[in-house]
């Protein structure tokens, strides 16, 4: 399992905005499972069928985060969507290979968001934040994604992402 703290550290020493692909060729410092976790992580997002889409793409916002309790990711936030990676913590307890997924949720796909951060809290640093994003998948059907551990060092970036949407769609429950 990776650390939060020491990835969103280590995250948060990229100056943003960057397209994703000066992101993917980023060189990172870290110890051999964080290493491990971003080469995993840029390699999927490289071999992903419509990088070419995301490659130019503006990054404001780039973090670590919990999908529920036994996926752990990346989130990137771009100014119209939240690009997520993320893999299994299990099968790399068990040895075997990561269970890599790519997840988007595009702007004109959301149909409610809400965001929880708290705030000047120190004793739990980086897993304060917490995303909640309901979206209209591609058969139609309404899901909701949590996003949580969200740096929080980004709460103006996911407040300004928020509040965007909010001025520019009118979302159900915002």
Not at 22 to 39: P, Q, R
Not at 147 to 169: A, G, S
Request: glycine share 4%; hydrophobic share 35%.
């Amino acid at each position: 399992m990776i650390s939060y703290q020491e990835m969103n550290v280590l995250l948060n020493t990229i100056d943003l905005p960057k397209t994703v692909e000066d992101i993917l060729s980023f060189k990172y410092e870290c110890t051999d499972g964080e290493e491990a976790f971003i080469n995993g992580a840029n390699a999927f997002l490289r071999d992903y069928a419509e990088y070419e889409d995301y490659r130019l793409k503006q990054v404001y916002c780039l973090g670590t985060c919990l999908f529920n309790f036994t996926r752990v990711g990346l989130y990137f936030l771009l100014e119209d969507e939240v690009l997520t990676i993320s893999t299994s913590n299990l099968k790399k307890i068990n040895g075997e290979a990561p269970d890599w997924r790519i997840s988007h949720f595009p702007f004109r796909t959301i149909e409610e968001l809400d965001l929880e951060m708290v705030e000047d809290t120190r004793s739990h640093q980086y897993e304060t934040g917490i995303l909640y994003v309901k979206v209209i998948n591609e058969k139609g059907i309404p899901r909701t994604h949590v996003l949580h551990n969200i740096n929080p060092d980004h709460i103006d970036c996911f407040r300004d992402f928020y509040t965007n949407i909010i001025d520019n769609k009118r979302i159900r429950g915002a």
